[in-house]
């Protein structure tokens, strides 16, 4: 499964059209994001102590979250090859960089200054943070999602992260080199001046058009996602500047952190779940692949087996015949005419072993069954003619109440000629071995719902010592010599035919082999019935 194969119209589910749950799960999660605004806005302007050293823990979160959520936008561009997403991406990657001189220049976190002391460089850096992330979504929404050509990704995606980290250090450089010509944002390391105030009154006039463009494209679940996000750095925002006055390290300044950190997660845990939705897809998908490889390989293993297990009847009548043959012609008189029988006989095998080849081999070919109107008595006497030497040569005494009345069948002569053929072959090895007397009875009959009954008796050594459940299972035998394909033959050309096929215990003892066929509709005339 390609990646473009997840979803119907060749999309990923993130960038697919949003499910009715995705929708109630962002408007709940933004009620949850309100009411806990209401439970810490009574205690914003709490001044808190020594908490300057949460800081860089902050600043190292943010920037591994958004990192991730940037090399995940970067992973989805490069299979759409989409400019919004990478766009996106990008602003990802630029917000949680510019996090690293925030934290650094943060006055009282460190006891040496690792990018100077200046107290106006740390507002300058979270002011262009702040209005260069909503600037990034705002971007992402009216760009039209025209694509990269093929072969491009990965060139540009290194153009892209080269391109920030340069931007964002020649930034970080001039703040922090020319903090004299800064904006005087802080008055000192705790308190904004009031120019500082223009800079959130912005952000939230940034955020408020992201919204409302992201409501109005609403293409795809991120989208939503995006204006969940947007809403949180809002509340954020309103925390920091106007509920906590606008005092570093309050209550609600920290707050305000928490919520940042929070929008910061939520695309990503949004990107990690498709990516394990489509990463468990994916792994059912080889697993149903596998299986489905496994099942031919199965199919082929039992056609070829099959094939060799019937097959091999007709090929030791040739050799028999063969070898028969030529003693008729070594011998002082030879008798042509025996030997000539005996090559009949041969050549009449080697027909049926071509048909028998034909006849499994249309088993696994759906549309390719012959069906015609045949007598299964007709059958079962060849079959007992073909068997006749085998069984006299074994001592088996063969009698037959085969109904005159049998209606019809209509079905494959040949496959089910080889069924009625396994199973006499069948009750004669289970009687090799046994005393006298050895008898099998051969019966048909008509049975309920318009079905054909034929009944396969020996007194042999019967299923006693057999597992019942296994014997028509493929390559399950208790000869020696067995392949174990021929009860698997019998019952998949019954079942393709809409029979059954079964067998129990004789009285006293022996095996009984059944099986029923559906009953013709109608009775064949003389030139459609094979014999």
């Given at each position: 499964?390609?990646?473009n194969?997840?979803?119907?119209?060749?999309?990923?589910?993130?960038?697919?059209?949003p499910?009715?749950?995705?929708l109630?799960?962002?408007?709940c999660?933004?009620?949850?994001?309100?009411?806990?605004?209401?439970?810490?806005?009574?205690?914003a302007?709490?001044?808190?102590v020594n908490?300057?050293?949460l800081?860089?823990?902050y600043?190292?979160?943010?920037?591994?979250?958004?990192?991730?959520t940037?090399?995940l936008?970067?992973?989805l561009?490069?299979v759409?090859?989409?400019r919004?997403?990478?766009l996106?991406?990008?602003?990802?990657?630029?917000s949680?960089?510019?996090?690293?001189?925030?934290?650094?220049?943060?006055?009282g976190v460190?006891?040496?200054?690792?990018?100077?002391?200046?107290l106006?460089?740390?507002?300058s850096?979270?002011a262009?943070?702040?209005?260069?992330?909503?600037?990034?979504?705002?971007?992402?929404a009216?760009?039209?999602?025209?694509?990269?050509?093929?072969g491009?990704?990965?060139r540009i995606i290194?153009?892209s992260?080269s391109?920030?980290?340069?931007?964002?250090?020649?930034?970080?450089?001039?703040?922090?080199?020319?903090?004299?010509?800064?904006p005087?944002?802080?008055?000192?390391?705790?308190?904004?001046?009031?120019?500082?105030?223009?800079?959130p009154?912005?952000a939230?006039?940034?955020?408020?058009?992201?919204?409302?463009?992201?409501g109005?494209?609403?293409r795809?679940m991120?989208d939503?996602?995006?204006?969940?996000?947007?809403?949180?750095?809002m509340i954020?925002?309103?925390?920091i500047?106007?509920?906590?006055g606008?005092?570093?390290?309050s209550?609600g300044w920290?707050?305000?952190?928490?919520y940042?950190?929070?929008?910061?997660s939520?695309?990503?845990?949004?990107?990690?779940?498709?990516?394990?939705?489509v990463?468990a897809?994916?792994?059912?998908?080889?697993?149903?692949?596998?299986?489905?490889?496994?099942n031919?390989?199965?199919?082929m293993?039992?056609?070829?087996?099959?094939?060799?297990h019937?097959?091999n009847?007709?090929l030791?009548?040739?050799?028999?015949?063969?070898s028969?043959?030529?003693?008729?012609?070594?011998?002082?008189q030879?008798?042509?005419d025996?030997?000539?029988?005996?090559?009949?006989?041969?050549?009449?095998?080697?027909?049926?072993?071509?048909?028998?080849?034909?006849g499994?081999?249309?088993?696994?070919?759906?549309?390719?069954?012959?069906?015609?109107?045949?007598?299964?008595n007709?059958?079962?006497?060849?079959?007992?003619?073909?068997?006749?030497?085998?069984?006299?040569l074994g001592?088996?005494?063969?009698?037959?109440a085969?109904a005159?009345?049998?209606?019809?069948?209509v079905g494959?002569?040949?496959?089910?000629?080889q069924?009625?053929?396994n199973?006499?072959?069948?009750?004669?090895?289970?009687?090799r071995?046994?005393p006298?007397?050895?008898?099998?009875?051969v019966?048909?009959?008509c049975?309920?719902?318009?079905?054909?009954?034929?009944?396969?008796?020996?007194?042999?050594?019967?299923?006693?010592?057999?597992?019942?459940?296994r014997i028509?299972?493929?390559?399950?035998?208790?000869k020696?010599?067995?392949?174990?394909?021929g009860?698997m033959?019998?019952?998949?050309a019954?079942?393709?035919?809409?029979?059954?096929?079964w067998?129990s215990?004789?009285?006293?003892?022996g095996a009984?082999f059944?099986?029923?066929l559906?009953?013709a509709?109608?009775?064949?005339?003389?030139?459609?019935?094979?014999?």
């Amino acid at each position: 499964m390609s990646a473009n194969e997840l979803t119907p119209g060749g999309l990923s589910p993130l960038v697919s059209p949003p499910a009715r749950s995705q929708l109630r799960l962002a408007a709940c999660l933004s009620a949850l994001l309100i009411g806990a605004l209401l439970v810490a806005a009574p205690y914003a302007r709490q001044p808190t102590v020594n908490t300057e050293a949460l800081l860089p823990a902050y600043a190292s979160a943010v920037l591994v979250i958004e990192l991730l959520t940037s090399a995940l936008l970067m992973a989805l561009f490069s299979v759409h090859r989409s400019r919004p997403i990478l766009l996106l991406a990008v602003g990802y990657l630029f917000s949680g960089i510019m996090a690293v001189p925030w934290a650094l220049t943060f006055p009282g976190v460190f006891d040496e200054p690792v990018l100077g002391d200046a107290l106006q460089s740390t507002a300058s850096i979270a002011a262009i943070r702040r209005l260069g992330f909503p600037l990034f979504v705002i971007g992402y929404a009216v760009l039209s999602d025209r694509k990269f050509p093929p072969g491009s990704a990965r060139r540009i995606i290194l153009l892209s992260v080269s391109g920030v980290l340069t931007i964002v250090s020649l930034l970080t450089w001039v703040i922090v080199s020319n903090d004299d010509a800064l904006p005087k944002f802080m008055i000192d390391a705790r308190n904004v001046s009031g120019l500082w105030r223009f800079v959130p009154a912005t952000a939230i006039g940034l955020y408020l058009i992201g919204l409302i463009l992201l409501g109005l494209r609403r293409r795809s679940m991120l989208d939503i996602w995006l204006m969940v996000v947007l809403f949180t750095l809002m509340i954020e925002i309103m925390l920091i500047s106007y509920i906590s006055g606008a005092i570093r390290l309050s209550v609600g300044w920290w707050a305000g952190r928490f919520y940042g950190l929070a929008s910061a997660s939520l695309v990503l845990l949004v990107l990690l779940s498709e990516a394990t939705t489509v990463h468990a897809r994916l792994a059912l998908s080889v697993l149903a692949e596998r299986r489905a490889r496994q099942n031919r390989l199965t199919a082929m293993e039992a056609l070829s087996a099959s094939i060799a297990h019937e097959v091999n009847q007709p090929l030791a009548s040739m050799v028999t015949n063969a070898s028969a043959g030529l003693r008729w012609l070594e011998r002082d008189q030879p008798r042509i005419d025996e030997a000539k029988a005996a090559l009949g006989r041969i050549v009449s095998e080697g027909h049926r072993a071509s048909k028998v080849v034909t006849g499994i081999r249309t088993m696994f070919l759906k549309g390719a069954q012959e069906r015609e109107p045949l007598n299964l008595n007709d059958l079962i006497e060849t079959v007992l003619a073909q068997c006749e030497t085998e069984a006299r040569l074994g001592r088996i005494t063969v009698s037959t109440a085969l109904a005159n009345d049998l209606p019809h069948v209509v079905g494959n002569p040949l496959q089910l000629q080889q069924v009625i053929t396994n199973l006499v072959d069948n009750a004669i090895d289970a009687m090799r071995g046994i005393p006298d007397p050895r008898q099998m009875r051969v019966t048909t009959q008509c049975h309920e719902f318009g079905e054909v009954l034929v009944m396969i008796a020996d007194n042999g050594a019967g299923l006693a010592a057999i597992d019942k459940d296994r014997i028509f299972d493929p390559f399950y035998t208790t000869k020696p010599d067995g392949m174990g394909m021929g009860l698997m033959f019998c019952r998949t050309a019954i079942e393709a035919h809409g029979g059954r096929l079964w067998a129990s215990d004789n009285t006293p003892h022996g095996a009984v082999f059944q099986f029923t066929l559906p009953a013709a509709l109608t009775k064949p005339n003389d030139a459609e019935l094979v014999r």
